[in-house]
């Protein structure tokens, strides 16, 4: 299971770090990563994390503002986002590969996670 939090209302040019608890499964050991959606939009991949070469791959539209850490002690993972605009409004989810998949992340750094949790919501408004 996959706990998201830390969300909230924000204003253009902040910052929040966003908490994903994992239970069940070891994040060490698999592709993990963070993606949002916006209102009447796709999911867009924001941030993945390969477990086969243990690269970290961010999407260019946060790139420079968004990084990702983990603690593997609490086998939780952060999303820390800074310099928010109002277009990376949208919920955001933490998601896991089954273990078992070894790979790169994909070109659009959506992998076909099959943990998710509920997402928690980031609004960007002045």
């Known amino acids: 299971e996959l706990v998201e939090s830390g969300g909230g209302l924000v204003q253009p040019g902040g910052s929040v770090t966003l908490t994903c608890v994992a239970s069940?499964?070891?994040?060490?050991?698999?592709?993990v990563g963070w993606f949002r959606q916006a209102p009447g939009k796709g999911r867009e991949g924001v941030i993945c994390?390969?477990?086969?070469?243990?690269?970290?791959k961010v999407a260019g539209a946060v790139k420079g503002r968004f990084t990702v850490s983990k603690d593997s002690d609490k086998n939780t993972m952060y999303l820390h986002l800074n310099n928010l605009k109002p277009e990376d409004t949208g919920d955001y989810y933490c998601?896991?590969?089954?273990?078992?998949?070894?790979?790169?992340?994909?070109?659009?750094?959506?992998?076909?996670?099959?943990?998710w949790g509920q997402g928690t919501q980031v609004t960007v408004s002045s």
């Open positions: 998601g896991a590969v089954a273990l078992g998949t070894v790979a790169p992340c994909p070109t659009n750094l959506l992998p076909s996670y099959d943990y």
């Open positions: 069940g499964i070891i994040l060490d050991d698999l592709i």
């Open positions: 994390l390969s477990n086969s070469d243990r690269s970290t």
